[in-house]
T-cell receptor
Framework: LAKTTQPISMDSYEGQEVNITCSHNNIATNDYITWYQQFPSQGPRFIIQ???TKVTNEVASLFIPADRKSSTLSLPRVSLSDTAVYYC????????????FGTGTRLTVIP | GAVVSQHPSWVICKSGTSVKIECRSLDFQATTMFWYRQFPKQSLMLMAT?????????EQGVEKDKFLINHASLTLSTLTVTSAHPEDSSFYIC??????????FGPGTRLTVL
């Protein structure tokens, strides 16, 4: 499974757009990029998954450049409730495969 | 979406006792479930892969005789921490796989060993 590197922490004011970038230089051809969100004392929650270019859902957007060696999770207009740890994972489509979580990015949204 | 539950949500026990944690997929069948452990301010660490009807596969460094995993049905996997010690105090999280799509995580169980 490809190793990922993310910033340890980020701060943002309410209402701003937050972009969290993840590096995954050794991504394999059949690997997908998946982002999870985790609040304290809760299990991770799936946010978004993509393979290439751009994916958007009601919660976030995921931008993946052509070389797929990095990806950026974009959270539009964050609120205090978006304060959480965000994990970037890379591997075969997250089904029957175990997931290896990196350090994650601790996002703190400031009023 | 699919729902995974864990029971209990928290447990406090004395050192030397055993604790069982249940993981259930409520509205789908899961042939594979995973168990993770998370210490404070750290990331999730995979402990083992649980397949229905077969023995669990443990990650390196995880003692299979200490962390007993049973996946007796397609909707239930249990993790038993045997002879628990204070260093086993942690947040235990399970996940269940539906088909070949995303994993669904349980809410976690906080274990405190006195």
């Amino acid at each position: 499974l490809a190793k990922t590197t993310q910033p340890i922490s980020m701060d943002s004011y309410e209402g701003q757009e937050v972009n969290i970038t993840c590096s995954h230089n050794n991504i394999a051809t059949n690997d997908y990029i998946t982002w999870y969100q985790q609040f304290p004392s809760q299990g991770p929650r799936f946010i978004i998954q993509g393979y290439k270019t751009k994916v958007t859902n009601e919660v976030a957007s995921l931008f993946i450049p052509a070389d797929r060696k990095s990806s950026t999770l974009s959270l539009p207009r964050v609120s205090l409730s978006d304060t959480a740890v965000y994990y970037c994972l890379v591997g075969p489509q997250a089904g029957a495969n175990n997931l290896f979580f990196g350090t994650g990015t601790r996002l703190t949204v400031i009023p | 979406g699919a729902v995974v539950s864990q029971h209990p949500s928290w447990v406090i026990c004395k050192s030397g006792t055993s604790v069982k944690i249940e993981c259930r997929s409520l509205d789908f069948q899961a042939t594979t479930m995973f168990w993770y452990r998370q210490f404070p301010k750290q990331s999730l660490m995979l402990m083992a892969t649980s397949n229905e009807g077969s023995k669990a596969t443990y990650e390196q460094g995880v003692e299979k005789d200490k962390f007993l995993i049973n996946h007796a049905s397609l909707t239930l996997s249990t993790l038993t921490v045997t002879s628990a010690h204070p260093e086993d105090s942690s947040f235990y999280i399970c996940s269940a796989v539906q088909g070949y799509n995303e994993q669904f995580f349980g809410p976690g169980t906080r274990l405190t060993v006195l």
